[in-house]
């Protein structure tokens, strides 16, 4: 027999059909709502983000398009020195009024050769943690790429090389 407090708790859950993840719950304060779409889908603006199968990898996943979810990740997972100026218009879109009031992830594309991933550094994704408005800035430091490599590859003396976002200061903005 469930309880009271489970039953609260499962009526307050909403249940999308995900092309990609099958059927997700989630809570209605968990959805992401975009000022303006992301880039290349201007019309999609609510989106979850549910937790991968294993590892440091989430999914955003748009509740206005089944098919539509993208993988993404803490950047500083991979490159502990990233560190993004978020322009000040981005800023005050986002309703941004407490310096470390805001969660910051960037899109993963994954080729057919998982090892050659990479992060998309020049435009990550900025939540407002207290009214869950988002918005996918461009970043306009030259040193964050588009399509950031994950795992180094290999230098020509066969060592590796390091993995790090090139001209990274240190630093967690906004965490």
């Known amino acids: 027999m469930q309880?009271?407090?489970d039953k609260e708790a499962e009526e307050k859950l909403e249940r999308f059909h995900s092309q990609k993840l099958g059927w997700i719950e989630f809570r209605p304060e968990q959805v992401i709502e975009f000022v303006e779409g992301l880039l290349?889908?201007?019309e999609l603006r609510?989106?979850?983000l549910v937790d991968h199968r294993k590892g440091v990898f989430m999914w955003l996943q748009s509740l206005e398009d089944p098919s539509l979810a993208f993988l993404v990740v803490d950047p500083w997972v991979f490159f502990p020195d990233y560190s993004p100026e978020i322009p000040d218009e981005d800023v005050e879109a986002l309703e941004l009024?407490?310096?470390y009031n805001f969660s910051l992830f960037c899109l993963v594309t994954v080729p057919s050769d998982p090892k050659r991933m990479t992060v998309n550094l020049r435009g990550p994704?900025?939540?407002n943690l207290n009214n869950r408005k988002a918005k996918q800035v461009v970043v306009t430091q030259p040193e964050y790429p588009i399509?950031?490599?994950v795992f180094p590859e290999k230098d020509q003396e066969g060592g590796e090389?390091?993995?790090t976002a090139p001209g990274g200061t240190g630093g967690r903005q906004g965490q």
């Open 3 to 5: 309880g009271k407090n």
């Open 40 to 42: 290349g889908f201007p």
């Open 125 to 127: 994704v900025v939540v």
């Open 147 to 149: 399509r950031q490599p």
């Open 97 to 99: 009024r407490e310096p």
């Open 161 to 163: 090389a390091a993995n």
């Open 46 to 48: 609510r989106y979850v």
